[in-house]
């Protein structure tokens, strides 16, 4: 296909390079700024336009992949386009936010935590979805050609795994700045946590979460608990999410795994 | 070595699978379950010992891979045995636990997250500790042939790396276990999120956490936060995290990042 890329941040970056892997074409990469759009544009083969006139009407497909905000007014700035497919691909952002742009338009929403800077390319998983069936179809299609994964979700299904997506990466991502703080503090090093933390995910691969897991709070083992508060009572961040956690493993453990 | 393995649990399996690899002999397996000592024993050419007496007092090492909570009572059971080089494997208890069973003893704490169930050994971080500089070197040595990294650290640095380690795995787990929980009631699949939670922790072999947070919390993107609130507003577990997590990622962000 041939795709205009709207953006030039992490989304519009990791779709334009897994799109062309996959043999699409990039004709354009608009972006307000200038500099933005030539980079990102030179590395795609593609032109940099900066402004919403000069956008080309004859690609196939267009991906809007601003930030939330800036959708509605991108799409207003557009006008009608009727030869185009429209997506967008915001995660909390309903399909009817691109509906004016077009007849035929979508969402191509990655769920997966993109880094324009980092080499090599993640494993995707995209939640698609089309305004009729024909349009989910192609969008599908497509898809199936840049993403790993491809799973058909409409609003609803897809703020839900917009939902869950925040819980395991932005709230996890937390947790692993709060460690390399404390790590940074006590003069410990955090890089050493690395398999761990991998082993971590990896392993649920094979086991669910909640059949993995251990530590001092789901034992209820207070002499631990208690070692570890000491450690860290004059660290307020870390000890509101060590009290927060405690007390919900602890809720959630089976109570015949508690020693006495 | 030739060494006695203390315990059938998941440390005792994982380091003695490690140790057979890397060319040691396992002389015995010591568990009060006949059971749990004949099936780890049959598994690593070992032999299985259920009573204290029978322990291989000419062995050269002795690991003492027990719950916390036991390693007190096991020691005292033991007596003194000066031919043996002592070690337990715990993360919170001091290297002193041990020091009444013989002149040489120390730790062997495995900075990792190890499952008996899963076959493929994971890379292992093992901090070391020893009561004099001839014990800590020559269990340094031990541990640099089982384990992709060794580190020295005396009691209060162990603690540290053990809180550390509680908040990235334990905690981080429990994260990902509310998560499915969400998915299940959701309807939706838990599974298509393993990829996202492979990158969140893959990218940090290359960028900080601090440096890597996103998210509608982190950008204050009062929309989207507000959606998330709709959907959970009947879920206190999540929406608890949610709090709590929004607002810490919130006060964690770079005001020059927060969209007006």
């Not at 041939?2 to 799109?19: H, P, Q």
């Not at 593609?46 to 006139?53: D, Q």
């Not at 969402?107 to 800077?117: F, G, H, I």
């Not at 349009?135 to 917009?162: C, M, N, P």
């Amino acid at each position: 296909m041939d795709i205009v890329l709207i953006g030039s941040g992490n989304t519009a970056t990791v779709l334009g390079r897994k799109s062309l892997a996959a043999g699409h074409r990039i004709l354009q990469v608009y972006s307000r700024s200038e500099n933005h759009a030539t980079r990102l544009a030179g590395s795609l083969n593609a032109k940099a336009v900066t402004s919403v006139s000069s956008i080309e009407k004859n690609a196939d497909l267009l991906v809007i992949a601003l930030q939330d905000e800036a959708v509605a007014d991108f799409v207003q700035a557009l006008g009608v386009i009727r030869s185009l497919l429209i997506t967008h691909t915001a995660g909390a952002l309903s399909i009817h936010e691109v509906r004016n742009a077009g007849d035929r338009y979508g969402v191509l929403y990655p769920l997966q935590s993109l880094r324009k800077e980092i080499e090599i390319l993640p494993v995707l998983t995209l939640l698609v979805d089309g305004n009729s069936p024909s349009t989910r179809d192609q969008l599908t299609d497509f898809a199936s050609g840049i993403a790993e994964t491809v799973i058909q979700a409409d609003d609803d299904t897809r703020l839900k795994y917009h939902l869950a997506a925040t819980l395991v990466n932005n709230f996890t991502n937390h947790l692993f700045a709060v460690a390399e703080s404390f790590c940074e503090k006590e003069n410990i090093s955090f890089a050493v946590l690395q398999p761990l933390m991998e082993e971590t995910v990896l392993r649920l691969q094979h086991i669910s979460p909640r059949a993995a897991q251990t530590g001092p709070a789901f034992r209820n083992d207070l002499r631990t608990l208690d070692k570890h508060r000491r450690l860290i009572k004059n660290d307020p961040a870390v000890s509101r999410l060590y009290e927060m956690f405690t007390k919900e493993i602890h809720k959630s453990a089976p109570a015949i795994r508690f020693k006495p």
